[in-house]
């Protein structure tokens, strides 16, 4: 257990809460278990399901395959300790589950758990390992989505020292891979009974989501196929006829945005899948629903869902609608849209966050939903929408802890702009009292908050915090207008938004003005930066995986596309206002507010260079400061004594800077 900062004992002695114990802490959070890849089995009997845990005394991650059946009851191990699995996927015949898994070899592979009994069987056998997979519609081949291999993935004997990165493409980086090379991801089948595999995409382009097509003759999948991938989000759907010897990809969309998120219609008449459409920058465009018609040789898109992100697509078991995770104004739902007519009807919406989704043969639904003060179980979903837990997953370890409440606010930030926001309280919130606050801003910065159960809140809510998190503009899931209202202006409007979202707080009562400190990770640490060069309002600031100069991220992180698209060349003179304007390093002087600087040493997405910068102004300008970085780690942290590191020290300079 952390030890409890001077206010949490301040509350407990108040009677706020029962007793220390009840407390939602970094230890309670770090034996948590993570859930993920439900997939129900053909019978309807069973769900299928990943559960990832970390090991604190080994200070490592795992994750093994689970299966509960589909009525309740206790749920089944599937997988043994020493190895990690995931991504389970019953076959057609409801014989074997499939699952990936590191064990053997260390190279993550395809095996086979007969459900007859007997140890689990290795199917593939790929040096460089299987990054996907998905069994055809009668079992008896897969796909496999595999990286071509690298010298390196076929060395006999292991080498002295690393093979020289030799790097010729423009787009060249990438956050957890590293120096990006020719080697692309391409489509495999395999014949499951022979285990004999033939490669059936080839060329210098990445082939990603590939998916059967329901009489098992094609497999359509995303791929950016221009002349140069590197330099455009043009991706569009494609499929290959795997019945022939040589097969030749056939083009399906030729949308110049990013067309992605294939899903068939059981009659195989369509592909429903997502676009990004809008007029203004690629990456700010909203992928919204669209079905290609294979007899009428054209594709549309549901104007019911106009400016609604959507993702996850899949025809419902009867081919007449199409089911999908909808975000809208601070939800996540479940949406089921009418292919002939459009109509939506929102199967599990407002509190009801839905991670993920699975139906069973005859129709029936199953999901993995979060609520504000539950992390995500499995529920079935009756046909009146009801949900229906059949999991406990996190009973036993959430026993007994006092959770946060959540509420939703709108309001308006200026005049004519409405946004969200939403206030966690701390467990025992006492009504008329105001209390120290954490302006919490999300990434992205095309993010969400939403109703579901947020870590990182409920552990500075049993701190005594209250915990704003609003939905500025630059945030998805308000239309493409709200969307790209920061274009080439971070830090303007947005900043404007979250600090409403704060003022709204005081304006309730809820909020104690004289200690208040913000955080954020990612875009939510650069808006961080942002805000602490143009206000002196916060006692503290908490700022991960941030950006400060922007011009020194260009070539040295893997948005070099993204960069020019919004600010244009760097180094060309008419751009140079644009660049520095935005940027928060040119304002650092008049930051004074206490910093606590974090992020991973290999973190290529927004690179620790930023935070290095940060960190020597401030230090040389005499601001309280700490940097600290995290050894081996990329743009999140995955080793569990780094994570608990981490909220230690975010709870050490709230303590010192806010409460004291």
Request: proline fraction near 6%; charged fraction near 25%; include cysteine.
């Amino acid at each position: 257990m952390t030890r409890l900062i001077p206010l949490l004992a301040l509350l407990l002695a108040c009677g706020a809460q029962a007793d220390s114990s009840n407390v939602f802490d970094i230890d309670t959070y770090l034996n948590m278990k993570g859930v993920s890849g439900i997939n129900v089995s053909p019978d309807g009997a069973f769900v299928a399901y990943t559960i990832s845990e970390s090991d604190l005394e080994e200070d490592t991650s795992s994750s093994a395959v689970w299966m509960i059946p589909a009525a309740g009851g206790e749920a089944i191990r599937m997988t043994a300790a020493g190895s990690s699995a995931w991504s389970p996927k019953w076959s057609p015949d409801n014989r074997f589950l499939a699952i990936l898994s590191d064990r053997g070899d260390d190279t993550t592979q395809v095996w086979l758990l007969d459900r007859r009994g007997g140890d689990a069987r290795q199917l593939t056998e790929f040096r460089q390992g299987v990054n996907s997979y998905d069994w055809s519609p009668d079992g008896k081949q897969m796909l496999l989505l595999v990286t071509d291999p690298a010298p390196a993935d076929l060395d006999e004997e292991e080498r002295a020292n690393p093979r020289p990165y030799v790097v010729d493409r423009l787009q060249f980086k990438e956050d957890y891979v590293g120096y990006l090379d020719r080697y692309r991801d391409h489509v495999h089948v395999i014949d499951v009974e022979a285990r004999t595999t033939r490669q059936v995409t080839f060329g210098d382009y990445e082939d990603s989501q590939p998916t059967w097509s329901p009489d098992g003759r094609y497999i359509a999948f995303v791929s950016n196929r221009t002349e140069h991938p590197d330099r455009n989000r043009n991706t569009d759907i494609w499929r290959v006829d795997v019945t022939k010897q040589k097969p030749e990809p056939e083009q399906l969309t030729t949308s110049p945005y990013r067309d992605a998120d294939p899903a068939w219609s059981p009659d195989g008449r369509y592909i429903a899948y997502t676009s990004n459409v809008s007029d203004g920058l690629p990456i700010y465009a909203i992928p919204q629903l669209a079905i290609l018609d294979f007899d009428a040789g054209e594709s549309r898109r549901f104007e019911s869902l106009a400016e609604v992100q959507i993702f996850d697509p899949q025809f419902s078991r009867d081919g007449q609608s199409i089911l999908g995770l909808a975000e809208y104004r601070g939800e996540q739902q479940l949406v089921s849209v009418d292919v002939a007519t459009g109509n939506v009807t929102r199967i599990a919406h407002q509190e009801n966050v839905v991670r993920e989704f699975a139906e069973t043969p005859d129709g029936k639904l199953f999901a993995l939903v979060a609520r504000p003060q539950h992390p995500a179980e499995i529920f079935a979903i009756a046909d009146d929408d009801g949900l229906t837990q059949i999991s406990s997953i996190h009973s036993e370890r959430l026993a007994g802890i006092a959770m946060a409440t959540v509420e939703k606010h709108s309001f308006e930030s200026e005049p004519g702009v409405e946004i969200d926001a939403f206030y966690v309280f701390p467990p025992g919130y006492r009504k008329g009292r105001r209390y120290p606050a954490v302006l919490h801003i999300h990434g992205g910065p095309q993010d969400q908050w939403n109703f579901g159960f947020d870590t990182e809140s409920q552990l500075l809510a049993a701190q005594g915090y209250i915990v704003v998190l609003p939905n500025p503009r630059g945030s998805f899931g308000y239309g493409q207008a709200f969307a790209e209202a920061i274009e080439r202006d971070w830090g303007g409007p947005d900043s404007i938004d979250v600090m409403a979202a704060m003022d709204y707080g005081i304006e309730q009562g809820w909020v104690d003005e004289e200690r208040m400190a913000v955080y954020g990770w990612s875009y939510g640490g650069i808006l961080t930066n942002n805000l602490i060069t143009k206000t002196d309002r916060f006692d503290a600031a908490i700022t991960g995986a941030s950006a400060t100069l922007y011009a020194a991220n260009y070539g040295h992180d893997m948005y070099q596309r993204w960069w020019e698209e919004e600010l244009g060349f760097p180094w060309l003179e008419e751009n140079k206002e644009a660049w520095e304007r935005i940027s928060p390093f040119y304002a650092l002087d008049k930051v004074t507010t206490p910093t606590l600087i974090v992020g991973g040493e290999e973190d290529w997405n927004v690179p620790i260079i930023n935070s290095e910068q940060l960190y020597i102004v401030l230090k040389r300008r005499e601001i309280p400061t700490r940097l600290v970085v995290y050894p081996g780690e990329y743009h999140s942290l995955s080793v569990p004594s780094y994570e608990k590191h981490m909220y230690e020290q975010y709870f050490e300079w709230l303590e010192t800077y806010v409460t004291d």
